[in-house]
């Protein structure tokens, strides 16, 4: 290679470093990942950098090899110069590309299974002590995030000068607003004109409550800094650029006891090796109205705010406490004792199993706890325990209670009005005198809630469907025989009923005969009790003795 001198040096040294220094800060503004070594994205752009800097310097310094061929008949030499390539300069990026890869490896499960194992912390617990056994429907939150967004947007259609303006985003927040469940979404922008048209911010959010099934548009003070927001104005950015060092993730809209806006996001660290082992130690509330941006600690968080560990990360963190308590190569061949949140495969693609992206969730205490059923990882549709989880402490606690899986129990549900076609939400995990209970919503292809359903979760075929949530209960404790009230037998009424459906149910290793009438009342006798009702079936009219539920007699009327 001919050198030519000092100045071509300095130039591809010069342009080298405006380039990479250029293409660096471009990285990090338009993407605002967090300038911190533990931050994947952060060498990323720093090995990005290095390749265009020295691609730039390269050229700027040049790179011409003189050569020599001779043309012609009579072989006259001709010199002449070409560019050739020489990996030499793209050392240094390539070496720390190949540096960078073997931390993450070094970081991996691989190496760490133990201390991997370790980040969440699970208590063992008491189901019916944490657990209150006083079921109130107001605090049963049952609505899944695509029936949310229905009557979101329904709410935010019949406003004509919102909705030509913004639009509801889809990330519906469960949290707890004075007591009680609701989701909650701001507004966001209808693009970049609708922005550059309303320099005032967004001006509201909707709340949704789950249990009595409606939507509501709730004014605010203009909203500058949200994530639909452009420049200096967006959300993310704006964060970043006063906490340029700190990783964040999990940026959502919530509100106060007041109904004051906020947007909060969960401050994580790694804590193995470089980039592995991901926990949160503390979240980041902006005000989109001031800008004003307060950084709290996990110990610290005001309680209104209700998700900081949120349950993707939460399914996460307990799936490698759970696989890899007895080591990396035991979660691979004899997976001794290994256990996982239960996991479905997603729509979009059938090879693809993951956990369940819309968790039940429980409030309590002031807070929402979110709950995942656990299965062994041999296991088949059935649970071993259960996890819950409080998504602003991270404090995580497990019961031990095998039964149906989430997907089961909502099976046994819809088959209980397959005649409707009615699909079931993800349900809720409730105490109901001591029994765990899914209880749920069943909606018609419309998405419009039309039954909720309560199932066993230890026999899931324990199943009792209503109108409303109070009388699915009443119905689901009258099946069980919790409320079934005992009069003395000169007090026995008789009832003469046409029966709606007939089911057999084991209790304790005995068979329990349960009729459901065509007004929705349920009666139930023991099996070997009662053999003349054996051969009852739908649409047979009897007449009952009984005291409460408890059939005492039953005498079919034929014709």
């Known amino acids: ?16 470093l405006v380039t990479g220094l250029i293409v660096s800060a471009a990285g990090f503004f338009i993407s605002s990942t967090a300038i911190n070594i533990r931050n994947p994205g952060f060498w990323v752009i720093v090995i990005l950098a290095l390749f265009a800097g020295t691609a730039a310097g390269t050229i700027a310094k040049g790179c011409k090899v003189t050569v020599s061929k001779k043309t012609g008949s009579k072989g006259r030499t001709k010199k002449y110069s070409e560019f050739r390539f020489s990996i030499v300069p793209y050392i240094l990026p390539i070496a720390l590309t190949v540096i960078v890869i073997g931390a993450g490896i070094v970081g991996s499960t691989m190496f760490n299974a133990t201390s991997y194992a370790k980040i969440l912390k699970v208590n063992d617990s008491d189901f019916t002590a944490d657990l209150s056994e006083s079921v109130e429907t107001d605090s049963i939150a049952l609505m899944d995030t695509a029936s949310a967004r229905m009557l979101g947007d329904r709410e935010i259609g019949a406003l004509s000068d919102v909705v030509s303006q913004f639009d509801v985003s889809n990330d519906y927040i469960q949290i707890d607003y004075n007591g009680k469940p609701v989701k909650v979404s ?19 959010y909707v709340t ?87 950084k709290y600690d996990v110990a610290d968080i005001p309680r209104w705010i209700d998700v900081v560990f949120h349950g993707d990360l939460i399914c996460e963190q307990y799936n490698w406490y759970g696989m890899y308590q007895n080591g990396f190569m035991n979660s691979l061949f004899a997976k001794k004792g290994c ?12 090879s693809d199993e993951k956990p369940v992206s819309d968790y039940g969730y429980v409030a309590k205490d002031g807070d929402i706890w979110i709950y995942t059923g656990v299965t ?24 031990a209670i095998a039964g149906a899986d989430e997907k089961s129990a909502m099976a046994a549900a819809e088959g209980e009005v397959q005649e409707k076609g009615y699909q079931a939400s993800f349900p809720s995990l409730i105490n109901v005198e001591g029994n765990p209970t899914y209880i749920m919503v069943l909606k018609d292809s419309g998405g419009l809630v039309k039954l909720y359903a309560a199932v066993n979760v230890e026999q899931y075929n324990i199943v009792t469907t209503a ?9 689901y404790k009258a099946m069980l025989g919790i409320s079934e009230v005992h009069t003395p037998a000169d007090e026995a009424k008789n009832v003469t009923v046409t029966i709606a459906s007939v089911k057999y149910i084991d209790i304790d290793g005995n068979t329990y005969i349960y009729l459901i009438d065509t007004e929705n009342n ?38």
Not at 467 to 475: D, G, L, P, S
Request: glycine content about 8%.
């Open 467 to 475: 109108a409303t949530q109070a009388e699915c209960i009443a119905k």
């Open 376 to 399: 062994s990882v041999n296991g088949d549709s059935s649970n071993i325990g259960f996890l819950l989880a409080n998504e602003r402490t991270g404090e995580s606690r497990y019961y």
């Open 339 to 350: 256990k996982q949140v239960t996991t479905y495969s997603s729509e979009d693609d059938s």
């Open 208 to 294: 949704v409550d789950p249990v009595s099934m409606s939507a509501s548009f709730e004014k605010s003070e203009g909203m500058k800094y949200i994530p639909s927001a452009y420049f200096l104005e967006d959300a993310k950015r704006h964060i970043w650029l006063e906490y340029p060092m700190l990783m964040t993730e999990n940026l959502h809209f919530e509100i106060d006891e007041s109904g004051k806006p906020y947007y909060v996001a969960s401050i994580v660290d790694k804590t193995i090796s470089l980039f592995g082992g991901k926990t949160v130690s503390g979240c980041i509330v902006l005000d989109p109205v001031s800008g004003e941006i307060v």
């Open 522 to 559: 349920i009666f139930k006798a023991k099996a070997s009790e009662h053999e003349n009702m054996l051969l009852l079936e739908a649409g047979d009219t009897v007449e009952l003795s009984c005291t409460g539920s408890k059939i005492l007699a039953c005498k079919q009327i034929v014709g």
């Open 186 to 204: 701001a507004l966001e922008y209808a693009g970049f004109f609708k922005w550059m048209n309303n320099k005032e911010g967004v001006k509201g």
């Open 1 to 16: 290679m001919k050198k030519s001198g000092i100045v071509p040096v300095i130039t591809g040294l010069i342009t080298g």
